[in-house]
């Protein structure tokens, strides 16, 4: 559609932010090949001295990154020692070389279903199977708890599902979600690593968390769990309350209980593993002020850590939009996280994602208000932003009035958590498919004086 130079400006700046942490750009940025010299992040391995190079991962950035790896490793390299498997969201399969791309999940369904467990299988019998003379490279990316499922024995998926959803409505955190997930698991927290008997592991990490944690990132495959059962317990009982014995199933309180009784055995020898950042929230950010500037403006961070309520960065992005309007001076504002969305409460029909969510606050705000010269964007540098085919939304003049003159109510819409709709109708869907990275959001708030 043809755009206002504000809406143009913020759509290049985000994208600018999106392509910086392009998984295969950066995957080919750590790892270097000269001859019989390979290097991965500093480390350095004699070609020669490899049996062979097993690549395993899961992450919505899996297939970029996997591509990226071969194209550093050489035609030759990949042909005659590399095998792989990566488990990946469905719309990111594509043909590889050796790596074989694994279906895990249905596009936009961001939880686990039998086919990520049966790549997750697949995962552990590749590594269990190597040697000492083997290199194993690990690619995580966001994405992958719900791509790399595995529960105990006689844990079903179903069970691990409910735990899961039933901690998230509950408003447990990332991290207390980990802390019980992996305690039901045979591959969080450290038990991809258990498993492998490779000489020699090393984990590339594209972080999709805030802080860069890496026993959060993909719930910490290659990462040791320093949890315990009866801490996982804890947060069940506090998150449940009363109703916990009923609305947890048997096997997982059984299973914890057993893991927290049993008196701690000597653990297996473990692999030595490094875990490496490179990509991450902060690097789209940096790459989009600079593009931002590039465009002429004086451009802002708002940092990389903005995890508050997305209606609530909405209307905080709106009024810095508004109190700049009168500036002699072209600004930007970009930020970067992963807010929430509060569900309401509504027997009604409702889509939605909580950048969607964002753009759609601002609206309300400004719906009475001059929006000339503004645009605020907001959008999952995936390509996804809910159970959705956009990656996020954006508030301008364009998309108010074209949602004016179809009688479009934003505040309405905002009441049930509506969004996609809203913005289907009014021609405001950033949608870009996926983008073979995931390192979190970018929001961008761009205000043209001279427009």
């Not at 969201?89 to 043909?95: K, L, S």
Request: a neutral charge; hydrophobic letters at 40%; aromatic letters at 2%.
């Amino acid at each position: 559609m043809n755009s206002s130079v504000a809406v143009s400006d913020a759509t290049a700046i985000w994208s600018a932010g999106v392509a910086a942490v392009d998984s295969a750009a950066l995957v080919r940025a750590v790892v270097r090949r000269s001859g019989n010299r390979l290097e991965i992040c500093g480390d350095v391995y004699e070609v020669d001295s490899i049996r062979r190079i097993v690549v395993v991962g899961a992450g919505k950035a899996g297939a970029g990154m996997g591509h990226g790896l071969e194209a550093a490793l050489g035609t030759d390299l990949v042909a005659a020692k590399v095998e792989g498997w990566i488990n990946v969201p469905a719309d990111c399969v594509r043909q590889l070389q050796k790596i074989h791309l694994h279906d895990a999940r249905p596009a936009g369904v961001n939880e686990p279903n039998d086919q990520g467990v049966r790549g997750s299988e697949r995962i552990l019998e590749m590594v269990a199977g190597l040697h000492s003379d083997d290199l194993c490279i690990v690619l995580l990316s966001g994405g992958g708890s719900a791509l790399m499922p595995l529960p105990v024995q006689g844990i079903s998926l179903s069970d691990k599902l409910s735990v899961t959803r039933l901690l998230s409505r509950g408003g447990a955190s990332i991290h207390e979600l980990n802390a019980v997930r992996k305690r039901i698991s045979r591959i969080k927290g450290g038990g991809l690593i258990r498993a492998a008997k490779a000489g020699r592991v090393i984990t590339l990490v594209i972080s999709d968390v805030v802080g860069d944690p890496l026993d959060v990132i993909a719930s910490g495959p290659t990462v040791c769990d320093h949890g315990t059962a009866a801490a996982a317990l804890a947060i069940l009982e506090r998150i449940t309350g009363r109703e916990g014995e009923s609305s947890i199933p048997v096997s997982v309180w059984n299973e914890l209980r057993r893991q927290s009784h049993e008196a701690c055995s000597a653990e297996q020898p473990v692999i030595s593993c490094r875990n490496c950042i490179i990509g991450n929230n902060e690097t789209a950010l940096n790459a989009a002020i600079t593009k931002a500037r590039d465009l002429g403006y004086d451009a802002r961070s708002l940092g990389t850590d903005r995890q508050g309520i997305a209606r609530e960065i909405g209307v905080e992005l709106a009024v810095l939009s508004q109190n700049a309007h009168s500036s002699s001076r072209p600004l930007c504002w970009i930020g970067g996280g992963e807010p929430v969305v509060q569900l309401a409460t509504t027997s009604h029909p409702r889509k939605g994602g909580r950048n969607q969510e964002v753009a759609l606050a601002a609206m309300c705000r400004l719906w009475n208000e001059n929006l000339k010269g503004i645009a605020i964007l907001s959008g999952g540098t995936d390509g996804e932003d809910g159970p959705t085919d956009a990656a996020g939304a954006i508030c301008c003049e364009k998309v108010r009035n074209a949602a004016r003159a179809a009688s479009l109510n934003p505040f309405d819409s905002l009441a049930i958590n509506d969004s996609y709709t809203f913005f289907a109708a009014a021609g405001g869907l950033l949608k870009t498919g996926p983008t073979d990275t995931n390192v979190m959001d970018l929001q961008v708030v761009v205000v043209r004086p001279d427009e």
